[in-house]
């Protein structure tokens, strides 16, 4: 059972170009979070997923970013237009629960924008 | 010793010492705590964790424990090895009726031979 997979692992994009992160959870989770982490802090929540649908993208900022997580295929988190802000590192979660259950991560996709 | 300021508190320890990492929730709502281990270029590795209706879980050389009194969680290492070395981050699950993480500063932990 392979873990949460997300590809690529390092990502350089030119500002104003678009970045597009996949992840593919692990088999049966159908729970998908996506979370930023600036260096040297810890991860910040973005969005929460169930297939087709978007649950809270409360901690996602308003334009630019989006993400889904279609009926077939992986989770994509697009960022358009990107910034040097955008630099980070994104991780991708899965769990098989709604609740009080353990979150797998992915190794995560570094982004920076030069 | 421990430093703190801009850059990510440090625990310095020797090989075979007990490490005691701590942390300091902010939501007393939370219901659900997790310890996460975080090596350099890796995505967060689920090491232990505790519901709010209990005060202490142990694991294979890993002990939980939680103060809803005053809003604290520790993760105690025995006999810590130099495989050990990473940064330790806490995360609390506010009842907002999903698995909503919210992590903490993080700690790094640098364990000597």
């Known amino acids: 059972n392979a873990g949460v997979m997300q590809n690529p692992r390092h990502l350089v994009r030119r500002r104003g170009q678009e970045a597009r992160l996949r992840c593919s959870p692990m088999k049966g989770h159908s729970h998908v979070y996506w979370y930023r982490q600036l260096p040297e802090e810890g991860l910040k929540f973005m969005v929460y997923l169930q297939k087709e649908n978007i649950i809270d993208e409360s901690g996602m900022p308003k334009e630019r970013f989006s993400a889904e997580f279609p009926k077939e295929g992986p989770s994509i988190l697009r960022i358009q237009q990107v910034v040097r802000g955008d630099s980070a590192a994104y991780f991708c979660?899965?769990?098989?629960?709604?609740?009080?259950?353990?979150?797998?991560f992915g190794q995560g996709t570094r982004l920076t924008v030069v | 010793g421990e430093s703190v300021g801009l850059h990510l508190p440090t625990l310095s320890v020797q090989e075979g010492d007990n490490s005691i990492i701590n942390c300091a929730y902010s939501n007393s709502a939370s219901d659900y705590f997790i310890w996460y281990k975080q090596e350099s270029g890796k995505g967060p590795q689920f090491i232990i964790d505790i519901r709010s209706n209990m005060d202490k879980r142990q694991g294979q050389r890993v002990t939980v424990l939680l103060n809803k009194t005053v809003k604290h969680l520790s993760l105690q290492i025995a006999a810590t090895q130099p495989g050990d070395s990473a940064v330790y981050f806490c995360a609390e699950t506010p009842n907002t009726g999903f698995q909503k993480l919210v992590f903490g500063t993080g700690t790094r932990l640098l364990v000597s031979p």
């Open positions: 979660a899965s769990s098989d629960r709604l609740l009080n259950t353990e979150a797998f």
